[in-house]
């Protein structure tokens, strides 16, 4: 049979009695005759405690002691989980990151894989046992215990199964796919059978909280056959039903996407609009105003530059609204005076919405589809960008979920 790995989050190990259910649902795999590595993340809400309890004992927490003290959430998960398959007769074994080993670079709270050392994992594997891995975590070359960044055991459950050669990684969390848009935002949002890498990767990066980016990348460039779907299913339901349930992200040759012109429509809360105004209409004058943003290790998503009058031009970009004031005193402090611009104005009431879609390079119309459809609901679009798979607008918040809805409506996405 086949080598599978599957990846548990916070919710799926949230209690005792949730973990017994993981347990039962692994055993089932391995009872089947597959080879099973399990990466799971810290009980709900852990990693949250820990972030807590060091800033109470210091303001801006050591990265290094940070890592140390977060990564012992997925400590917990992995030896509970080890106990519990114990418990019904299963032979397991649990490893920190360290251990196997998960090697990263020193970015301590944001570490890069950059190997992953196999061969204790396999000879576990070919003694018939089960292995667990946290998640989250690896070691440097120094030996210091590094973190990947929150949702980072996404990242480690792909590249477990990259490094192995898995026949697929099944990533269980409390939702039972990937869908066409929020079901909470919109009621007839569809579950998607397939959604090619590309797709996920956009929708994922515009605010699908579903995976963690890094791991899709992981999974695209690796070309790691990964499904999303529910752990909060009977843990016994039959092996067939479960392995075509839930969303797999594979590549577009596979998933039959030329009778689709839009998978989705995301959108993200989390935007802020700032505006340099009258800024000198000169080459590099971009790089000027953006590279003490990124200095400040602040992302920029949307940019754009108007047409310049008088030798003057104004430039718009947006940053995640959690870094607006710090953006807004980098440009006040280290570029307005640098580069003679006249006032810095901001907006952190705006929200992307996008249309995604691989069908989109074989289909014309889409941006006039979509902007005649917000145009009729009164919506004012204030920046626009675009891929060779999606299209995203800014818009006033507070239209932010009428526009999903009436796109969404638009391009049919409740139709199978």
């Known amino acids: 049979m086949a080598l599978i790995v599957h990846k548990y989050g916070g919710t799926s190990m949230g209690s005792t009695e949730r973990i017994r259910n993981v347990a039962r649902r692994v055993a089932k795999w391995h009872d089947a005759g597959h080879q099973i590595v399990v990466v799971p993340s810290a009980m709900s809400g852990e990693t949250n405690r820990l972030i807590g309890l060091a800033r109470e004992v210091m303001a801006e927490p050591d990265p290094r002691e940070l890592d140390m003290l977060a990564s012992t959430g997925e400590q917990v998960s992995v030896a509970l989980l080890a106990m519990a398959l114990k ?70 459950a792909v590249a477990v199964a990259a490094a192995l050669k898995a026949a697929e990684c099944l990533i269980y969390t409390d939702v039972d796919g990937v869908y066409t848009t929020d079901p909470r935002v ?20 515009l605010g699908s909280k579903v995976l963690q ?38 590549f577009e040759e596979d998933t039959h996407m030329e009778q689709a012109t839009i998978t989705g429509i995301a959108f993200n809360r989390d935007e802020a609009k700032i505006t340099v105004m009258q800024v000198p209409d000169r080459p590099g004058i971009a790089y000027q105003i953006l590279g003490p943003i990124a200095d400040a290790k602040i992302d920029v998503d949307m940019i754009v530059q108007n047409q310049g009058v008088d030798g003057r031009t104004d430039f718009t970009f947006t940053v995640p609204r959690n870094e607006y004031n ?15 611009s006249g006032n810095i104005v901001g907006d952190t009431k705006v929200s992307k919405v996008s ?29 626009i960008s675009t891929s060779e798979i999606k299209i995203s607008v800014l818009i006033d918040e507070k239209y932010m979920e009428l526009a999903v809805r009436v796109l969404h409506k638009a391009f049919e996405l409740e139709k199978a």
């Not at 089960?130 to 949702?151: E, K, S």
Request: glycine share 10%.
């Open 355 to 383: 249309v995604v879609g691989v069908g989109m390079r074989s289909h014309v119309g889409i941006a006039s589809q979509m902007f005649r459809t917000l145009s009729e609901e009164g919506i004012n679009m204030q920046l």
């Open 87 to 156: 418990s019904i007769g299963k032979d397991a074994v649990s490893y920190a990151g360290w251990q196997v080993p998960v090697r990263t670079d020193s970015s301590f709270t944001k570490a890069r894989i950059e190997s992953i050392d196999d061969a204790r994992v396999r000879r576990d594997l070919d003694a018939g046992r089960i292995v667990i891995i946290t998640g989250f975590q690896g070691v440097d070359a120094d030996g210091n215990i590094t973190t990947l960044g929150r949702g980072g055991s996404d990242t480690s």
């Open 213 to 250: 980016i890094r791991s899709v990348e992981f999974a695209g460039n690796y070309r790691m056959p990964t499904r999303v779907l529910s752990s909060l299913t009977d843990p016994m339901i039959p092996l067939e039903e479960e392995a075509r349930s839930g969303t797999l992200i594979s």
């Open 326 to 340: 710090r953006a807004m005193e980098v440009l006040n402090s280290s570029v307005k005076a640098h580069i003679g």
């Open 186 to 205: 919109v009621s007839d949002a569809r579950r998607l059978r397939t959604v090619t890498f590309e797709e996920m990767l956009e929708m994922a990066s």
